[in-house]
């Protein structure tokens, strides 16, 4: 089980203080230990898709001019790579099962897979 986050990002360490016996999770500070190409393919594999992975309130997303193209699943890969801010955080893998991002529900269904 592994959780790919941001120990300087508030809602990361607010999420990761409601989940259960965290020290059963490898986690890892994708600022300090970047995510490699097969890690977000193993990603990609559980979600579905690089989209599902990609973060758009990245604060780089509209200076890059990102919000007027259309972007194909290598572009989302080749951006995630590049810049770690497009992960959306945090990343839980829990078994076949990978929760990508904040919100309520998402959260709600890690911390369930978590417990179990």
């Given at each position: 089980?592994?959780?790919?986050?941001?120990?300087?990002?508030?809602?990361?360490?607010?999420?990761?203080?409601?989940?259960?016996?965290?020290?059963?999770?490898?986690?890892?500070?994708?600022?300090?230990?970047?995510?490699?190409p097969?890690?977000?393919?193993?990603?990609?594999?559980?979600?579905?898709?690089?989209?599902?992975?990609?973060?758009?309130?990245?604060?780089?997303?509209?200076?890059?001019?990102?919000?007027?193209?259309?972007?194909?699943?290598?572009?989302?890969?080749?951006l995630?790579?590049?810049?770690?801010?497009?992960?959306?955080?945090?990343?839980?893998?829990?078994?076949?099962?990978?929760?990508?991002?904040?919100?309520k529900?998402?959260?709600?269904?890690?911390?369930?897979?978590?417990?179990?």
């Open positions: 089980m592994k959780i790919y986050h941001l120990s300087t990002c508030s809602t990361c360490k607010r999420i990761l203080s409601e989940i259960p016996d965290l020290d059963r999770f490898d986690l890892q500070d994708i600022k300090t230990e970047p995510i490699t097969g890690q977000l393919d193993e990603m990609k594999k559980l979600a579905g898709s690089y989209e599902a992975l990609f973060s758009r309130r990245s604060m780089k997303f509209r200076p890059m001019g990102l919000h007027e193209k259309v972007l194909s699943e290598e572009d989302y890969r080749k995630i790579l590049e810049e770690y801010t497009f992960l959306k955080r945090p990343v839980a893998v829990i078994g076949e099962q990978v929760f990508a991002g904040n919100t529900k998402v959260v709600e269904a890690m911390l369930e897979a978590a417990s179990s």
